[in-house]
C-alpha cells in the first residue's frame, strides 16, 4: 500500500482528536458527499457573537435543569465510586497520541519499496487508533451527562449550522435555514460537518 495513502487513510479515521491542519485552506474545508458539494468554515465575528449568546442561554436552562452536574462533580464521583478514572485515561490517550506522531515522522521518508515496513508501520497506526477511538467513546460516554459536555455538543452543533454552506452550481448558500432543520437533518451528514468543524476549531487553537 502506498505511503501516503497509509497516511491519509491515519488521519481519516483518527477523526477530530489529530488531523493535520495544513488540508485546511482559507479557513474553510470542502467535501463531498451523496455527490453534493459541501464546505465547513470557521464561523465570522458576528456568528460567533450569535454562538456564544446562545450557548449563555443553554446553560442557563441546564442550571435550572434537574440533575444538572459539572464536569469535575462527575469525573471525582466517577472516580470515588471506582467507576472510571478520567484522568488516567486522560494521560492514556496523551500517551498514544505523541506515539502516533512518532510513527507517522517515520512512515513519511520510508521507500515504497521497503513493503514489510510500511506495512509493519501501518499495523501499529491501526492498533495506537484503536485503542485511541476506544478511550475516546469511553470518555465521551462517561462524561455526556455533564453541562461542560452537553454545552460543547451544543456549541459545536449550532456552528455547524452556522457555518456549512452547499455549492449549488454558480455560488455557496447555507444548508439549512434554521438550527430546527439542523437537528432534523440526516446524522451522516451533520456528524461529517461537526467533525471537522471541531478539526479547524483545534487545530487553530
Not at 465575528?45 to 454562538?51: D, G, N, R, T, V
Not at 486522560?90 to 521507500?111: A, F, G, H, M, N
Request: net charge negative; proline share 2%; glycine share 2%.
Amino acid at each position: 500500500m502506498d505511503k501516503q495513502k497509509i497516511l491519509n487513510d491515519s488521519i481519516q479515521d483518527l477523526e477530530v482528536n489529530n488531523f493535520n491542519p495544513g488540508i485546511i485552506q482559507d479557513n474553510k474545508l470542502v467535501f463531498v458527499m451523496n455527490e453534493k458539494t459541501y464546505r465547513v468554515r470557521m464561523p465570522i465575528q458576528s456568528e460567533q457573537a450569535l454562538c456564544d449568546h446562545k450557548r449563555n442561554l443553554t446553560q442557563l436552562e441546564y442550571l435550572r435543569s434537574e440533575g444538572c452536574i459539572t464536569k469535575k462533580q462527575l469525573i471525582r464521583q466517577l472516580k470515588e465510586n471506582n467507576v472510571f478514572d478520567v484522568e488516567q485515561v486522560e494521560i492514556r490517550r496523551d500517551e498514544l497520541t505523541k506515539e502516533l506522531k512518532q510513527v507517522w515522522l517515520i512512515l513519511v521518508p520510508q521507500s515504497s519499496e521497503k513493503n514489510t515496513i510500511i506495512s509493519d508501520l501501518k499495523d501499529k497506526i491501526e492498533k495506537i487508533q484503536n485503542e485511541l477511538k476506544s478511550l475516546a467513546i469511553e470518555l465521551a460516554t462517561q462524561l455526556a451527562p455533564s453541562m461542560e459536555s452537553r454545552l460543547e455538543k451544543f456549541t459545536v452543533e449550532y456552528l455547524s449550522f452556522l457555518c456549512t454552506d452547499i455549492f449549488d452550481g454558480k455560488e455557496w448558500k447555507r444548508v439549512w435555514e434554521t438550527f430546527e432543520d439542523y437537528q432534523k437533518a440526516s446524522s451522516d451528514l451533520t456528524d461529517r460537518c461537526a467533525g471537522n468543524l471541531t478539526w479547524m476549531l483545534l487545530s487553530r487553537g
